[in-house]
C-alpha cells in the first residue's frame, strides 16, 4: 500500500484550492526516490529536523548572548515559535500546513553565532557580502550531508530564500521577491509575529526594559501580554486574508503600522541597548579576528574542521565554517587560538 499517495489525494479533498498541493510540487533539484509513507514536502520537513545545522540552532542567539537564565529564547526556539504560528495560520487557512513547517524549520538554518552581529562582520567581510537568507539556502542545498545538501522541493528552498524582510515593509514589495506559495508567504510574517513578541518578552525579563515602556497607541492594537500580541496577529492575518479570498497574505493597515512601530522601537530600546550592544561589541570583534586568522591560515583552519569545496574562495570557506558556529564553539575556538593553553605535561 502507497501511504504517500492516499495522503495526496485527502489533501486535494480537504485543502483549499490556493494551497500547494505536494503532488503539485516542482520538485526536487536532483531525481531522487520518493518516500512511499510521506509527501515531498513531509519528507522535506523531516530531512531538516535531522540535519546538524538544525540542531545547531539550540546554541545560537536570538537576541541575548550566552543568557544566564534558562527561558530566554534561543534560535532554536525561535525558529519553533514561527513554526506553531505559521501552522496555525496555514491550517485556518486550509494551505498545506506540511509545506509551512518544513520552511519555518528551515528559514533560519544560516543563521551566524551571535545573532545579527555576526551577520554584519560576515557581510562586511565576505566578498559579494553574506547574508543569513542565502546562507540558509547554501546550508539545505551544498553544506549538509558532506556537500551532497538535503535536496529540497523547489516551494522549501523558495520559501526559505524569500523569508526574510530586513527593516521595511512587512509584506514583500514585489512578486519577484514574494513566495510562490502561500506558505511561504505565511512564514515571513510569521516570523516577525514570533520575534517582535518574543523579544520584547525576553527584554522584558531581562529588565532590559519594562512592559510601562511600551508605546500606549502600539500596545492598544497589539496588546500588552506575550499571549495576548500572538492571538492578535494571528487573528488578524487569518481574517485580513480570508477577506482577500486568499490571493495574498497580508494584515490590516493598522496591524501593519503597529507592528512596524513596534519593531523600529524594539531597535531603538532593546537591540541597540547599550547593555545589549557591549557584549556584542565584543562578540564582533571575536567574529572578525577568526575570519582573518583562518583566511590567512588555511592549514589551520582545515584542522580546527573547516571544509573546502570545489570551485569556492577561502574567504567563502570560512565564512561557512564560522556561520556554521554556534556561540560556545566561536568563543572556545577563539581561546585555543588566541590565548595562552595551560602547560600540558607528557
Not at 531522487?32 to 545545522?53: M, P, S
Not at 526556539?77 to 486550509?94: C, D, G, K, W, Y
Not at 492594537?221 to 497580508?250: P, W
Not at 589551520?300 to 567563502?316: M, N, P, Q, S, T
Request: charged fraction near 30%; hydrophobic fraction near 40%; proline fraction near 2%.
Amino acid at each position: 500500500m502507497n501511504i504517500r499517495k492516499s495522503l495526496e489525494a485527502f489533501e486535494e479533498q480537504i485543502l483549499s484550492s490556493s494551497a500547494c498541493l505536494s503532488v503539485n510540487s516542482q520538485g526536487r533539484r536532483f531525481a531522487a526516490k520518493e518516500c512511499t509513507i510521506r509527501t515531498v514536502f513531509q519528507h522535506d520537513r523531516d530531512r531538516i529536523l535531522h540535519c546538524k545545522a538544525f540542531r545547531r540552532l539550540k546554541y545560537k542567539t536570538q537576541v541575548f548572548l550566552s543568557p544566564e537564565g534558562d527561558h530566554y529564547r534561543t534560535r532554536l526556539t525561535h525558529t519553533l515559535e514561527v513554526s506553531q504560528v505559521a501552522r496555525t495560520i496555514s491550517r485556518a487557512l486550509r494551505l498545506n500546513e506540511d509545506l509551512t513547517e518544513a520552511i519555518s524549520l528551515g528559514h533560519d538554518l544560516g543563521h551566524t553565532p551571535f545573532g545579527h552581529v555576526g551577520e554584519r562582520v560576515l557581510n562586511e567581510l565576505v566578498p559579494g557580502g553574506f547574508h543569513h537568507v542565502r546562507q540558509s539556502l547554501r546550508v539545505v542545498d551544498v553544506l549538509e550531508k558532506e556537500g551532497r545538501g538535503l535536496n529540497l522541493t523547489h516551494e522549501v528552498r523558495d520559501g526559505i530564500l524569500k523569508h526574510s524582510k530586513g527593516q521595511g515593509g512587512l509584506l514583500a514589495p514585489d512578486e519577484k521577491s514574494r513566495a510562490v506559495t502561500l506558505e511561504g508567504q505565511i512564514v515571513r510574517l510569521a516570523d516577525i509575529i514570533a520575534y517582535v513578541s518574543h523579544d520584547l518578552d525576553d527584554a522584558i525579563r531581562g529588565r532590559v526594559i519594562r512592559t510601562s515602556d511600551i508605546p500606549k497607541d502600539i500596545s492598544a492594537v497589539i496588546g500588552l501580554r506575550h499571549s495576548c500580541r500572538i492571538d492578535r496577529m494571528i487573528r488578524d492575518l487569518i481574517s485580513q486574508t480570508l477577506a482577500d479570498d486568499c490571493r495574498t497574505i497580508r494584515l490590516s493597515v493598522e496591524m501593519d503600522e503597529a507592528i512596524r512601530a513596534l519593531r523600529s522601537w524594539l531597535f531603538e530600546h532593546v537591540y541597540r541597548a547599550e547593555s545589549v550592544q557591549t557584549e556584542f561589541d565584543k562578540a564582533s570583534h571575536l567574529l572578525r579576528e577568526l575570519f582573518l586568522y583562518f583566511c590567512e591560515n588555511e592549514a589551520i583552519f582545515l584542522k580546527h574542521g573547516g571544509r573546502r569545496f570545489d570551485g569556492d574562495a577561502l574567504e567563502v570557506s570560512v565564512a561557512d565554517f564560522i556561520a556554521g558556529m554556534t556561540d560556545r564553539f566561536a568563543l572556545t575556538l577563539y581561546r585555543q587560538c588566541f590565548l595562552p593553553q595551560p602547560w600540558k605535561s607528557i
